[in-house]
């Protein structure tokens, strides 16, 4: 039998500058052809993180000692609130008072505290963003501990507004040191 007819092939046609290379042709048909379609593209995006760091120190027995809390570099992270938890040995330290007197967190007032035997919970929150970097707060502790003991500063928990900015917490020590001579 004899057939008749034509047979039609679609045929696209595009031109491209001068300076483009002939491979992006067809990615730019595709765009024409489904104008609205998704291509997706690797972006790599860094999470914000802070860090915080305890100090490894030193005082004498029956004297207190003063710990800076530092930050990283919190400019532009609208950080709002901070709650922080730090466990020490209530036999070597004993946690005295918390202040934002002198630090970054100092236009937010004096943070909430309450402290426990073998910790000390923190919270600081303010209506104005955190900028720049150094002391988010001042711990003072009374070093009880025989000489040579001492004591970690462990960060159990450090929430930058309720845990939305992630945390790099670097956890301190207090070392109880000979008592001055009498």
Same mark, same amino acid.
């Given at each position: ?41 690797? !972006?790599?995006? !860094? ?58 967190? !100092? ?76």
């Amino acid at each position: 039998s004899d057939m008749e007819g034509s047979l039609g092939l679609p045929m696209h046609m595009y031109f491209l500058a001068a300076n483009q290379d002939s491979a992006i042709g067809p990615a730019m048909l595709q765009n024409y052809l489904a104008p609205l379609s998704i291509h997706p593209q690797e !972006e790599n995006y !860094e999470l914000p993180v802070i860090a915080a760091t305890l100090p490894d120190t030193a005082q004498q027995q029956g004297f207190n000692i003063t710990v800076p809390l530092t930050i990283s570099d919190v400019s532009g992270l609208e950080v709002l609130s901070v709650d922080i938890k730090i466990t020490y040995i209530d036999s070597i330290i004993q946690a005295l008072r918390a202040t934002t007197i002198g630090t970054l967190a !100092e236009f937010w007032g004096e943070p909430t505290y309450n402290i426990y035997p073998d910790s000390i919970i923190l919270h600081l929150e303010g209506g104005i963003p955190l900028v720049g970097w150094g002391e988010l707060v001042y711990l003072e502790f009374k070093v009880v501990g025989n000489t040579g003991t001492q004591s970690p500063l462990h960060f159990e928990d450090i929430l930058f507004n309720n845990g939305e900015i992630l945390s790099d917490p670097h956890d301190g020590s207090i070392t109880a040191l000979v008592p001055p001579e009498v």
